[in-house]
Nanobody, 125 residues
Framework: QVQLVESGGGSVQAGGSLRLSCAASGSTSSLHCMAWFRQAPGKEREGVASINDDGATNYADSVKGRFSISKDNVENRLYLQMNSLKTEDTAMYYC???????????????????WGQGTQVTASS
């Protein structure tokens, strides 16, 4: 089993930055793909960014050039650096892990084995 705990959410003005962190514990060696998802009120959960165990990354078109996913294998932490935040980035953000490689593109929700509890990000104008 793997436990994922997010932190770093908050409220910022549009144009600002936040850095989300996800602490992983348990059988972390079983994880081959880590990702961030988000869900805005009234919308379906969507993939934001994924990173494979070889460091290869993928991003949703809506966040390319503004968000950056990274990980620290020593500390077992996943990060999401979010710059130039827009009001439409407002959502609950979830850390996710999979025992499978990400493959081509973002990690599919159906291939996700572990979820964090979420952290709220609000960008206001």
């Amino acid at each position: 089993q793997v436990q994922l705990v997010e932190s770093g959410g908050g409220s910022v003005q549009a144009g600002g930055s936040l850095r989300l962190s996800c602490a992983a514990s348990g059988s972390t060696s079983s994880l081959h793909c880590m990702a961030w998802f988000r869900q805005a009120p009234g919308k379906e959960r969507e993939g934001v960014a994924s990173i494979n165990d070889d460091g290869a990354t993928n991003y949703a078109d809506s966040v390319k050039g503004r968000f950056s996913i990274s990980k620290d294998n020593v500390e077992n932490r996943l990060y999401l650096q979010m710059n130039s935040l827009k009001t439409e980035d407002t959502a609950m953000y979830y850390c996710a892990g999979s025992r499978f490689r990400c493959g081509f593109g973002l990690l599919p929700q159906g291939a996700t084995n572990y979820w964090g509890q979420g952290t709220q990000v609000t960008a206001s104008s």
